[in-house]
């Protein structure tokens, strides 16, 4: 540590609120599965069959995005939608209250799309698109059960029209509650795959994956890991 | 500042990386006063383990004194001297509750890697490869800790840092290897292995009040350290038929409880280790299990078998030997955070003293060289540690 390192610094770029600094890291994830194939292929190894195989699933998820994969992440056999669950060891009331935030769920979001409050039951969507062009679109709040389930639907006009609702159940024995999260998109002659990665430039896997992830880290442990200022021979910060 | 970097299989490099700093409000920046290599590092310096990237700082056995310290910080302080277990634990998820630390749902950045492979994401671990957490390792000046909390464990005053050092990762690897053996009056305990992993192994499970214990490997300098340290008899498996020899040193019954702490670079003899190693070198599979297979068919009927190595995705496992013998398998990477405190304990208490692995010391700009002896086991080397 040296004193341009110091205090100054802490906290810039903190992840208590589950803002990552993804700058240049939007695409990363995907990147990813191309990168893993090329580096698993070159090396020949069983390690490197294995890392094919993962970066082949997220490539291939990041070039078709249909059938096979949406059955793989456990959703129904609909090629338009994408669902995760994970248990958190929080009351369903509590992980409600977050995701009924819009700053929350900017804060699980971050990286993939900014969200705002725009009015009682209506958020502002924006995503920088993978290629550098910002886009946006008004979603609304269509179903609120506290404490149960949550649906938000994008306004007529967007993009891409998407939907996405979360579900929110005790789990058995004392456990917290099974967060389940589902992304809808209808794509005008796509895929669900490929109109995520148009849009959010992720694979639909990875970002409902990620929100999950980050909605358990916040919610148990008041942070998401980060690589933010990861020290390397490469330089400050890391995303693999 | 200077750091120990992975640039390519068998190349190492002592390099200039950014400082690390404090992001996150529950982490600490550590000046490392000891790391240590640990064996698992070979697989990396080998090339079998992937996720790594041209530049990446390794190390993850490290202790120290804390410099920096994020604002929700409440239980360490700048200036104390802390140990810290090598894997990365929140201390608030199902996980770190059930003391089930290295499978932390909370501490991985780069889960969505590991869970097409595994199903599921581990706890992230410091410099050990991106689909482990990607966290800078612990040879370099300084260390980003999260979580410090619950991952820094003081150590008293009268412990010097060697003393320290390996409560960190080789001990309570080897101390949560002899606990699954759930050791009682009468049992012998056979360890596979005599590095710092398979010695503390060894020494615990004697501590846990096994009858014998039963090293094996065919390094005499390491052997003795086996016989000396851990009062074990010992076994040169270039020498005899390892089974056999266990069986007959048993009343034909084998141990009761088997710890492999070789893992998937295991060297053997004969005509398995040919084929695991043939494969090996074609880059079939990343591991080969000569230790393992011995170990289940030594295995008393009943018995335990405590599996520590590191293991890729090994291809060909004789579970039926297991299921057959109604063998208990029990597995997992160290969960450091629930033994460390003990651990202390037993060497403030002149109970056991782990300081003898250290066999070289070096400064972080010799690491390099320290790997080479560590690899090729020159020199009598168990463990280089190094003080940057
Ligand atoms: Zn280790
Ligand atoms: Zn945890």
């Given at each position: 540590m040296t004193a341009e390192h110091g205090a100054e610094s802490v906290g810039t770029g903190s992840n208590e609120t589950g803002k990552q600094g993804l700058s240049g890291a939007r695409l990363a994830v995907a990147v990813v599965g191309g990168a893993l194939v090329a580096a698993g292929v070159r090396r020949r190894s069983a390690g490197g069959a294995a890392l094919a195989a993962a970066g082949g699933w997220l490539l291939y998820r990041s070039v078709r995005g249909r059938g096979s994969a949406t059955e793989r992440a456990g959703a129904p056999p609909d090629a338009q939608t994408v669902e995760r669950a994970v248990t958190v060891r929080a009351s369903a009331d509590d992980l409600y209250e977050r995701w009924r935030d819009p700053d929350e769920l900017d804060r699980l979001l971050a990286g993939f799309a900014d969200v705002r409050a725009a009015g009682e039951d209506r958020q502002r969507w924006t995503v920088a698109e993978p290629l550098g062009r910002p886009v946006a679109w008004n979603a609304r709040i269509t179903e609120d059960s506290p404490g149960e389930a949550l649906r938000w639907e994008s306004e007529p006009g967007a993009t891409v029209p998407n939907e996405w609702s979360v579900r929110f159940a005790d789990a058995p024995g004392d456990q917290g509650t099974e967060v389940t999260l589902r992304i809808r998109f209808d794509p005008p002659g796509g895929s669900v795959g490929d109109a995520a990665m148009s849009v959010f430039g992720v694979v639909p896997e990875v970002l409902v994956g990620e929100a999950l992830r980050r909605c358990r880290s916040l919610a148990e442990a008041g942070e998401t890991p980060t690589l933010d200022g990861n020290p390397s021979g490469r330089g400050r910060g890391d995303r693999l | 500042m200077r750091a120990l970097c992975w640039e390519g299989v068998d190349d190492l490099r002592v390099t200039e990386v950014p400082d690390p700093e404090v992001v996150n409000p529950r982490d600490v920046v550590l000046r490392v006063s000891l790391s240590s290599a640990c064996g698992s590092d070979l697989h990396i310096l080998n090339g079998y383990l992937p996720t790594m990237r041209e530049g990446d700082v390794i190390g993850h056995e490290f202790m120290g004194e804390v410099a920096e310290v994020g604002?929700?910080?409440?239980?360490v302080s700048v200036g104390d001297r802390v140990v810290v277990p090598s894997f990365v634990g929140c201390g608030n998820c199902a996980y770190c509750a059930d003391d089930l630390w290295s499978l932390c749902d909370n501490t991985n950045p780069n889960a969505s890697l590991q869970e097409p492979v595994l199903g599921d994401a581990t706890a992230g671990i410091y410099g050990y490869t991106h689909a482990f957490g990607g966290y800078a390792g612990s040879h370099a000046e300084y260390v980003r800790v999260p979580h410090a909390d619950t991952n820094c464990f003081h150590v008293p005053d009268e412990l010097d840092d060697q003393q320290a050092l390996f409560a960190s990762d080789a001990w309570p690897t080897g101390y949560m290897g002899a606990d699954f053996c759930d050791i009682e009056d009468g049992d012998v305990v056979a360890v596979w292995g005599c590095g710092g992993v398979g010695l503390m192994a060894q020494e615990s499970a004697a501590l846990m009040g096994a009858e014998r214990v039963i090293a094996i490997d065919r390094l005499p300098e390491r052997l003795a350290m086996a016989e000396e340290h851990a009062g074990a008899e010992t076994i040169d498996y270039t020498e005899v038929d390892v089974v056999d020899e266990l069986k007959r040193r048993t009343g034909g019954r084998g141990p009761d409880a088997c710890i492999d702490a070789v893992g998937m670079e295991a060297h053997g003899t004969g005509v398995a280790h040919a084929y695991d190693r043939a494969k090996q070198r074609l880059r079939?599979?990343?591991?080969?299990?000569e230790a393992l297979r011995q170990a289940m068919r030594a295995c008393r009927k009943g018995g335990t078998l405590s599996v520590l190595g590191v293991y890729g995705?090994?291809?060909?496992?004789?579970?039926g030997v297991a299921v057959n013998k109604g063998l208990t398998v029990r597995t997992a990477q160290q969960h450091g955070q629930r033994y460390v405190p003990q651990l202390l304990d037993h060497v403030a208490e002149g109970e056991m003293d782990p300081s003898y692995l250290a066999t070289h010391e070096l400064p972080l700009a010799e690491s390099p060289e320290g790997y080479d002896l560590f690899k090729h086991k020159e020199d009598g080397c168990v463990r280089p540690v190094f003080r940057p």
């Open positions: - | 604002r929700k910080v409440e239980d079939l599979h990343t591991d080969r299990g995705v090994m291809d060909k496992f004789p579970l």
